[in-house]
């Protein structure tokens, strides 16, 4: 992010060079008289340099106030993805760091058009005007093409970045939480306290949820995914001490669960009815998720097998959930039928619930259940959807910063084009006068026009682009199923830029077109 403020922040920098490079041209006469009249090159310089002070401190003065207000705006957005967004703010030193750059930038500014002023060529100026604005007219192409590069650059990052958020956002994470409830309840503490009555509540929730018309299929589950939380146990197969894992995910849920998480059973079944009791020498049955049955069973079927560390048995092979987003591999994963395996002090459970149709029924199934077992009980329910939302809440804040910067560079790259076309076309009035006195046709010079803005553009989008290929490898590691280098980002950038130097160029195209001869002859 601090190489994107740079860029944003040389992109600036050119682009108010380039402004005060054109407004220096336009006072060569006024500077000429100056020269003459006895002031020397550092008067002259102290003049620019003032005016650059100036203008800068008031942009600063500016930045600052949107600062302080856009920094609240980004914390009532994404407070939530952000550490310790109370502590976020401008301080003393943000201030002073602001300060500094303001005045260093300010002064180089400056300095470029004061430093390409030469007194005694503007003498030669004051009495020859023909050959005004020759001189400067390599450096604006220069500073325009490469504020349009690092817009280029910019606008590249935060595409390629907004594409991982969608590929992150829309990713097989190996359920499916469209249509899918999470509910937590608040339990009177005759409940909470009670775990044969709690157990008794969820069982009878459950079997009021079963049969529902609103209701696919409704479990009980210690944690909704994709959680991000591992539990950290070594397992290996029975017998088999060669295949082990060093850590592996344990869920406890109830035999609905993995219908209602949309969880595919890929080999065997799922747990049974409901199990409060394994009887004394009983197994526990066992789900064990793809990577765990490929790591302790190669080559073999998992179901039927044992895990060592106690009396198990594999009862189904489930398909492997990324519980820590799509950016991360699926873990290895079991899980233990609850309530018969939970541990003492786990709580109240989450129910998770499928819709059979429309999600909005689920809500009052619940009510009606839940009411009708203990009216003292509250829940709360949210669609499992609105999790996945907030899970890549960082990576969609750094999309959010990154397509700000990236759409200023934008409009600076336009204003940048704009600007060197406006001069131009003031700086040859009567060169275009004097063609359409001659003739030629007003689309001619449309099209003189719009092709030297079109250069321009084309120019920064080849050098931008061959930059962002460059700087590509700082962004492999933030970038999710799309190439640092892809081709139809690229694409799509280059014709985002292409089209927006032929928008900065109609207007002084438009205008150029309607020169008038006969007032333009009268122009110097």
Request: aromatic share 6%; glycine share 12%.
């Amino acid at each position: 992010m601090c190489a994107a403020v740079a860029l944003l922040l040389l992109a600036t920098f050119v682009n108010v060079a380039g402004l005060m490079l054109t407004r220096a041209e336009s006072r060569q006469q006024e500077v000429a008289v100056r020269c003459a009249l006895g002031a020397g090159r550092g008067r002259v310089v102290g003049v620019f340099l003032t005016e650059s002070l100036a203008v800068g401190v008031t942009g600063g003065l500016v930045g600052v106030a949107v600062a302080y207000g856009g920094i609240g705006l980004l914390i009532r957005i994404f407070g939530a993805s952000l550490r310790r967004p109370s502590e976020i703010g401008l301080n003393v030193s943000t201030l002073a760091v602001a300060l500094v750059l303001t005045l260093v930038t300010s002064l180089l500014i400056g300095l470029v058009p004061a430093l390409r002023t030469d007194p005694a060529a503007l003498m030669v100026r004051l009495r020859s005007a023909t050959v005004r604005g020759r001189l400067n007219t390599g450096m604006r192409r220069i500073l325009v093409t490469a504020e349009v590069a690092l817009a280029v650059v910019l606008v590249c990052g935060a595409a390629l970045l907004a594409g991982t958020v969608w590929r992150l956002t829309h990713a097989d994470l190996g359920f499916r939480p469209e249509g899918a409830m999470s509910v937590s309840f608040d339990l009177p503490d005759r409940l909470a306290d009670d775990q044969s009555a709690r157990d008794l509540f969820f069982r009878q929730v459950l079997e009021g949820l079963d049969g529902h018309p609103a209701i696919a299929a409704a479990a009980a589950t210690d944690r909704i995914p994709p959680d991000g939380n591992i539990s950290i146990n070594g397992v290996q197969a029975a017998g088999r001490p060669e295949t082990s894992t060093d850590f592996v995910v344990v869920r406890y849920a109830t035999t609905d669960y993995f219908a209602a998480a949309g969880i595919p059973l890929l080999e065997g079944s799922s747990f049974e009815g409901w199990i409060d009791d394994l009887g004394e020498g009983g197994l526990i049955p066992v789900v064990i998720n793809r990577p765990l049955a490929d790591a302790l069973f190669p080559g073999g079927t998992a179901v039927g097998g044992a895990l060592g560390g106690g009396p198990t048995r594999v009862i189904g092979v489930a398909g492997a959930v990324r519980e820590q987003g799509a950016h991360e591999p699926a873990p290895p994963a079991m899980y233990l039928p609850w309530p018969a395996t939970s541990y003492r002090g786990m709580g109240a459970p989450l129910l998770i619930v499928r819709a059979a149709a429309d999600i909005g029924a689920l809500a009052p199934a619940l009510r009606e259940v839940v009411a009708g077992i203990d009216p003292d009980v509250k829940f709360t329910a949210s669609p499992i959807i609105d999790r996945l939302g907030g899970f890549y809440s960082a990576e969609k804040f750094a999309v959010s910063l990154m397509s700000l910067f990236a759409s200023v560079a934008l409009v600076l790259g336009a204003i940048g084009i704009y600007g060197i076309l406006s001069w131009t076309v003031a700086q040859r009035t009567r060169e275009v006068g004097v063609r359409i006195a001659l003739g030629a046709d007003r689309s001619t010079v449309v099209r003189m026009v719009t092709r030297q803005g079109l250069q321009l553009g084309v120019a920064g989008v080849v050098v931008g682009l061959v930059a962002a290929g460059g700087l590509s490898r700082f962004l492999r590691s933030l970038l999710y199923e799309i190439s640092a280098v892809d081709p139809a980002t690229y694409a799509a950038v280059a014709v985002l830029f292409i089209a927006t130097a032929g928008l900065a160029c109609w207007i002084p195209a438009h205008r150029a077109s309607r020169i008038e001869p006969t007032e333009a002859l009268k122009t110097e």
